[in-house]
Every structure is written in C-alpha cells, then in structure tokens.
C-alpha cells in the first residue's frame, strides 16, 4: 500500500548565488522511504555530498542546507511543530542536525512544499521570502548585525504584515560562530550543530515564510478520534499540571537530586544553590506565561521577566533545562535573573545555550588551572559565578573580539590552540556535550559517543532509566536501549513531531503509526517506522564514515575517564575505559557494523536514488 | 443564548488547538488559517498572546456596514446569511477587533457562529482559557484582579487540621497607597 496524502510532494530548492528558486516533484519512493524531517534532510545532504565527490566545506556555498518539516508537521495531535534544519555541521564538520518547536514548519508546509534547500551564496544580506506559491529573494543589507528579535520586527514590518514565520539568525550566525543557530518565534532556536553559521556563509539572514494552504491529512475524523485518546491520556496524567506549570525547568531539581547536574565546567554534578535557580524559584519570581508550540497541550515552555535589579526588565522565552544548567550551575551562577540575561543574550546573538555555557565553563576552568593566562583573556579576569565577565564574555564571542574570536570556532579551535585544553573542554565530534553528565551512566556516554551529531542527549537518553532502575542492567540491555532510543527519537524527527509527551508524560509510541496512517493513507506499524528510521541512522553514519569517522571518533570527554564529580551521590564514580571500549564492541556488533565502526560494504546501495 | 465566548489571554499559551478544531469542525480540513478564531502572539513589547474571537456584538459595526444585509444579530449571535452574502469582506474590514477572517479559498467570509451554543474551541482548549461566560458575570475576572492588584497583598502560612494553608488579606495601614 503507498502514500495517499500527507504529502504536497514538492521540494523546492532555491540557489542563492543564482538567485533561483524551483519546485521540484517529489518521487513516492522517496517519500516512502524517507519519511520527512531529518530523513529527506539526510539522503539530500548524502546526494549533494556524492554529487561534490564527499569534498564539501560546511561554510562553503556548496553545502546544502535543508528545512524539513515531516508528514505530521502542523497536523491537529499533540505538539505537532517540529522543523527539523540538516546540513554538514561546522562544528563538526559531519553530518549535523537541529530540530525546531514552535510554528516555522507548520507555516512552511502550508506554502505547499514538503522540503526546502538552500545552496550557493548570495552577493549581498538577503532574505527569502515564501509566500504561498512564490519565492523571492529579497536583498536586505540594512538587516546587518541586527539581533534575531530585532530583525524579525524590521522583516515584518518591511513586507508590511505580522502573519507570517521567520527563521532568522544575528551576529552570531552572521560572524559564522560554529555554534550559531537559527531562531524563530522570537525565542525559538534550532540550536545544535551551528546551522546559524551556514546560513550566515549563504548571506542568508532569514527565511520568511507565508503558506495558507490546507494540510493534506487523508481521514480527518480518524485522526480526530485518535488525537482525542491521545489528549485525553496526556491531560489525565498526573503530572501534566505541573508540566504546564514548569516545563523542563523542572528536570533541574531531578537534576540536582540525582547527581547528574553539570557543575562548575562539569567538575561536580550537584550545585548547592539549586533552590535558586529551579522551577520553583521561577514560578515564584519570574514567570509571566506560558508558552506551547504549534498544536501541543502541554506548553513546556516557560517566559520569564525580571521584574528588579540590575537585570530588570530581561524577558527571555525560557529557560528550559539545558539553558539553564548550562549557563547557571555550569558557570557557578546562581542568580536566576543572570541566567535570563544571559540567554536572552544568546537568543539576541543567536547562539546555542548549550555550547555558549560549555565554552565558558571550559574558558574559566582552564584560566583557574593555568592553562589560559590573562594575556589570552585580554586582561579581562574571568572567575566562577562572575556574571558581568561572562555575559561579557558572551559578546565577545558572538562578535567575535579578541579571545572570542578563537572561543567562536568551538572546541575543536579551542584545543587546537591550547591542546592541554582537551583534558578540560566536554566534546564528543567536536560539538560540546548538554547538560547531563554521563559519568554515572555507561549507556548515556555510549549515547553520547554514538550519537551522529556528536555529545548531545537528542539520539538517546537514557541516563535516567539506567540510574533509577538500570543498576543491575546487563551490558545487552543497555546497547538494546541506547539502540531503539536511536531509532524511536529520531522518527519522531522524520515525522515532524516533539517527542515529549512520549517521554515525559509515557504516551505510547504506538498512538504514532496510527497517527500515520489516518495522514498518510498508508498503514505501517511501528517497527516498519522503526525500521526506516534505522536505516536512515544507517545513512547519517555512511555520510559520517565517508567523511573520516571510525571507532576513534566513537569516544567520550577526558573527564569522563579521568575526573569524578567531586561530591554528590554520584562521587568519585568515572567511566571505566575498558568497559566502555567492550560496550562500544557490542553495540558496534548489533547495528551489524564492523569492529571499526563502518556499516558493512552493501549498506550504500540502499541510498543510491 | 445568554453566554458569551470569552478569551482570557493570560492563561493562552499560543498553541492554536483551537484554530485546528474550528477548522476542522467547520470545513473538515487540518487548516488553521481557515479558523474563525487566531492566536496573536506579540513579544516582547508587551508580552501577549490573544485569541481573537468574535463578541458577537449587539450593535455591531459588521451587521450595520453589510449592504446586503446577510449578517444580523439573532439570540446572542451574529449569523451570516449564507445566500445573501456577497463576500464583499466589508465586514471584515469593518470588524473593530478583526475577529472576522477571509481565505482565498473560501466563498465567504469566516466568522464564528458559536458552533450552535457548544463551541469546539472552548471545549478543546488545554488550558482552559476559553471560556463560555453568562453575560451577567462577564468581568468578573476582572473585577476581583483589580481588587488584588489594587491593594497591597499579604500573606500568612497556617496549618488547619494538619494542612498548610495560606490565606491572603490586604494590609493598608503599613503601605503607601
């Protein structure tokens, strides 16, 4: 049985060094095969990269960047906003990807088209602007060095009307920060991976879309009946109140409680002051709203407003766990209203949170040790929990002055520059590791080592499970679970849709292939999904071993091995190096891959058209 | 009908359920911008996130500008004549709040008609802040926010059969008002 709708099948491809733009049909094999979301992202950037014989320079105009919403995108089921951005990261220089909420893709899909990619350069700042059946590309100098918020009031007051999404970068982007991101929604950001700095490489300063068209959903009343249990599930559960209430902020108290709260650049896993900058205390002081992504009940994101002090008048969408971990405890900040500073600075720059507070954590780290010496921080002193020399700091890395301009390459510059910095900065690929420490959780550093984008907790996360029930998991079970987290989370990536009520709130994964079928026309069950999303794991690892990645690059943070957490229940306690290397083996030996890492020779045939 | 469809912006958390299920309803189609109620979202001067519905006025500028006479206010809600109307989209533009829509695709202008006295939105909203209000109760939100805006708020925490309990009084004397 094929697709009978669920799909516009376009693809529209617009070059901005001709200033071109096309809508090409899209196959049903590819559809079929592919899905949606990082699934077309990952076989257009495999395509693009064959068609460059696998020389492709991620800041160089032929790198294809990709927009992908998938079949599910802005369909009526819980938190149906996702976007996922694809391209060949700058941070790592491998395949990368970042997924988006909020409503960018649903407005993207009512243009009538099922992807959008991007290549080539233009002469001058230019935007892109789809207006339902119409592209241009519009060029916009005056856009130069505007804040993310900034440009999007300019944008839409520029085209005369406030109905339409932007996807915009700033300074960040602009000065091709490896780990700049895309920002929509005014505080929405496709963080990881650094696709800001693509854009910024393209002299592309926002994608601007403005769609109307109906969402082709094939049985409207069996999605709506679906959708209904699915809802009716979510808003019985006992914690969906406090989900509402708190969003992922509540993870930091978790966090803290279990010892896997990142501390002082990693260097402990539990932050004394935690009552300071936890869900309770923005409830109590800080928050002014909710805020849900497109279509979802659950509304985890949080906006937050100092209401005094010096930072009096910060309004940020945010923080959500990782922002908040990152530039707090991380940094040994514990003012909560410097925490809302600094990422509203990081969603001005357009800059990912998680790498920004790693980066600074490792800069403050390494000045303590000896290993930066002032001279290199250009005589400004930077200490632990100094919140004026870090949000300085932050500046500078966004526009690239002085220390900042080495900080803005990311790790890999970093410990270029200053290789003892290899013991101090948390990176796996390349991209700096999020906000959970691994060190008490063999499985979470095996997701982190074999994640395709490098150190991030989206492909698996399992860190919990192992640590509440997993003591006495065998070796077999933690491979089998880090192994169908990377199956099932990124489907929900290809199919364009959150996968928190899923792992928050436990809504069967099953509700999925129905929710596929009533779009889609087309019945699968889960394990076929499963399956084309194993397949395309399979792809993103081609496109990485092609690109020089073994077993080598399969590895974890010196800390990891070395440094304990210095308190905490987890004290004292690290990866054994062997144990990892037996468990790397097995999980290697289950995705049927050799002992080097490399998917076996007639793997590449799968992906051919 | 003596109730009013009423938003409550500051429980709204923007994520536009209620544009899906009045598509839906209305036109069996998965579209939000065929809805006769949006979400508008401003940040971050001011803050705010505000479905714009119909009020269903009484005196309504969309009944008085229509020169063909399809819009007429009838037991509490203002129904479209379906033949009369010419799709001029006068109303439209005359709507004060602009709670009426217009989509290329469709033949008439999209305004709520309460889905019959049970509208969709109300009932799908997670977070409650759609409401159906008796008009004589309407402000009354307001009225009691006003109140605790207005005086100066305190607290104390006591424990009643065992369970903590917080009760709040205005204390005047101490403040300047």
């Given at each position: 049985m094929s697709v009978k709708s669920g799909y516009f099948k376009k693809h529209l491809h617009v070059d901005l060094t001709k200033g071109s733009a096309e809508r090409r049909d899209l196959p049903d094999t590819f559809i079929e095969k592919y899905i949606g979301g990082r699934g077309f992202g990952a076989k257009l950037v495999w395509d693009n990269l064959r068609k460059h014989d696998f020389n492709v320079d991620p800041l160089g105009p032929e790198n294809l960047m990709v927009v992908a919403p998938g079949p599910l995108t802005?369909?009526?089921?819980p938190s149906s906003g996702k976007n996922s951005f694809v391209a060949i990261s700058p941070a790592t220089g491998l395949y990368g990807d970042s997924s988006i909420g909020g409503s960018f893709g649903v407005e993207l899909r009512q243009t009538g088209v099922d992807v959008l990619s991007?290549?080539?350069?233009?002469?001058?700042?230019?935007?892109?602007?789809?207006?339902?059946?119409?592209?241009?590309?519009?060029?916009?100098?005056?856009?130069?060095?505007?804040?993310?918020?900034?440009?999007?009031?300019?944008?839409?007051?520029?085209?005369?009307?406030?109905?339409?999404?932007?996807?915009?970068?700033?300074?960040?982007?602009?000065?091709?920060?490896?780990?700049?991101?895309?920002?929509?929604?005014?505080?929405?950001?496709?963080?990881?991976?650094?696709?800001?700095?693509?854009?910024?490489?393209?002299?592309?300063?926002?994608i601007v879309v403005r769609g109307h068209k109906d969402i082709p959903v094939y049985d409207v009343p069996g999605l709506v009946a679906e959708t209904e249990k699915a809802c009716k599930y979510l808003e019985e559960h006992k914690y969906f109140n406090m989900w509402q209430r708190e969003g992922l902020m509540n993870v930091i108290e978790y966090a803290n409680e279990k010892g896997i709260l990142p501390a002082y650049n990693f260097k402990d896993s539990v932050f004394a002051r935690h009552d300071q900058i936890n869900g309770a205390m923005m409830l109590d002081h800080y928050k002014i709203g909710d805020s849900a992504c497109f279509s979802c009940p659950m509304c985890c994101s949080n906006i937050c407003l100092v209401k005094m002090g010096k930072y009096s008048g910060t309004v940020v969408e945010g923080p959500e766990y990782e922002s908040c971990a990152m530039l707090g405890p991380n940094l040994g900040i514990d003012n909560f209203a410097a925490i809302l500073s600094a990422n509203r600075l990081c969603d001005e720059f357009g800059m990912d949170t998680i790498s920004t507070g790693n980066i600074v954590g490792a800069v403050i780290e390494g000045y303590e040790r000896g290993i930066l010496s002032l001279s290199d921080l250009d005589g400004r002193e930077i200490t632990w929990g100094d919140?004026?020399?870090?949000?300085?700091?932050?500046?500078?890395?966004?526009?690239?002055?002085?220390?900042?301009?080495?900080?803005?390459?990311?790790?890999?510059?970093?410990?270029?520059?200053?290789?003892?910095?290899?013991?101090?900065?948390?990176?796996?690929?390349?991209?700096?590791?999020?906000?959970?420490?691994?060190?008490?959780?063999?499985?979470?550093?095996?997701?982190?080592?074999?994640?395709?984008?490098?150190?991030?907790?989206?492909?698996?996360?399992?860190?919990?499970?192992?640590?509440?029930?997993?003591?006495?998991?065998?070796?077999?079970?933690?491979?089998?679970?880090?192994?169908?987290?990377?199956?099932?989370?990124?489907?929900?990536?290809?199919?364009?849709?959150?996968?928190?009520?899923?792992?928050?709130?436990?809504?069967?994964?099953?509700?999925?292939?129905?929710?596929?079928?009533?779009?889609?026309?087309?019945?699968?069950?889960?394990?076929?999904?499963?399956?084309?999303?194993?397949?395309?794991?399979?792809?993103?690892?081609?496109?990485?071993?092609?690109?020089?990645?073994?077993?080598?690059?399969?590895?974890?943070?010196?800390?990891?091995?070395?440094?304990?957490?210095?308190?905490?229940?987890?004290?004292?306690?690290?990866?054994?190096?062997?144990?990892?290397?037996?468990?790397?083996?097995?999980?290697?030996?289950?995705?049927?891959?050799?002992?080097?890492?490399?998917?076996?020779?007639?793997v590449e045939k799968k992906f051919e058209d | 009908m003596s109730k009013k469809l009423t938003a409550i912006p500051e429980l709204c958390s923007g994520c536009s359920i209620c544009e899906l299920v009045c598509a839906i309803k209305h036109f069996g189609v998965n579209n939000p911008k065929k809805s006769a109620i949006r979400v508008l979202i401003t940040y971050p001067h001011p803050v705010m996130r505000m479905p714009i519905v119909c009020s269903q006025c009484k005196v309504a500028p969309c009944v008085k500008i229509c020169p063909t006479d399809a819009l007429r206010w009838n037991d509490g809600v203002v129904q479209l004549d379906e033949e009369k109307c010419t799709s001029c989209y006068k109303c439209v533009e005359a709507c004060p709040f602009g709670a009426i829509y217009a989509h290329e695709d469709c033949d008439l202008p999209i305004k709520c008609d309460m889905c019959g006295g049970d509208p969709e939105c109300v009932k799908k909203c997670p977070k409650g802040a759609l409401r159906l209000i008796p008009v004589a109760a309407l402000g009354e939100f307001k009225r009691l926010n006003n109140i605790l805006s207005y005086t100066q708020m305190k607290e104390i925490e006591f424990y009643e059969k065992g369970e903590k309990k917080i009760i709040h009084y205005a204390d005047i004397g101490k403040e300047e008002l």
């Open positions: 802005g369909v009526y089921l991007i290549t080539g350069r233009a002469p001058e700042l230019s935007i892109i602007f789809i207006d339902n059946n119409k592209t241009t590309i519009i060029l916009m100098p005056e856009l130069k060095g505007k804040s993310c918020l900034e440009a999007e009031g300019i944008i839409k007051e520029r085209l005369g009307t406030h109905a339409v999404h932007i996807a915009v970068i700033g300074a960040a982007g602009e000065n091709m920060v490896r780990f700049a991101c895309v920002n929509t929604d005014w505080g929405r950001n496709a963080g990881r991976t650094g696709i800001g700095a693509i854009m910024g490489s393209k002299n592309l300063k926002a919140e004026e020399a870090i949000l300085d700091l932050i500046q500078r890395i966004a526009n690239r002055q002085g220390i900042g301009d080495v900080l803005a390459d990311g790790a890999r510059r970093i410990i270029d520059k200053w290789p003892e910095m290899d013991k101090i900065v948390l990176q796996v690929k390349g991209l700096e590791q999020s906000a959970y420490d691994s060190r008490p959780s063999i499985s979470m550093g095996l997701a982190y080592a074999t994640s395709d984008i490098g150190a991030h907790h989206t492909r698996a996360w399992t860190i919990a499970r192992e640590i509440e029930e997993g003591q006495g998991w065998s070796d077999d079970e933690k491979v089998n679970t880090v192994i169908y987290h990377q199956k099932l989370r990124p489907l929900f990536d290809m199919l364009g849709v959150c996968r928190l009520p899923w792992i928050e709130l436990g809504l069967s994964e099953r509700h999925y292939e129905n929710f596929y079928k009533y779009v889609t026309g087309k019945e699968a069950s889960l394990e076929q999904l499963l399956e084309l999303s194993n397949d395309v794991y399979d792809l993103t690892r081609l496109i990485n071993v092609r690109l020089g990645v073994s077993r080598k690059d399969d590895s974890l943070p010196y800390k990891v091995w070395a440094n304990p957490p210095l308190t905490g229940p987890n004290a004292g306690r690290v990866i054994d190096k062997e144990d990892f290397q037996n468990l790397l083996s097995l999980y290697y030996q289950k995705r049927g891959w050799d002992e080097d890492g490399i998917p076996p020779a007639g | -």
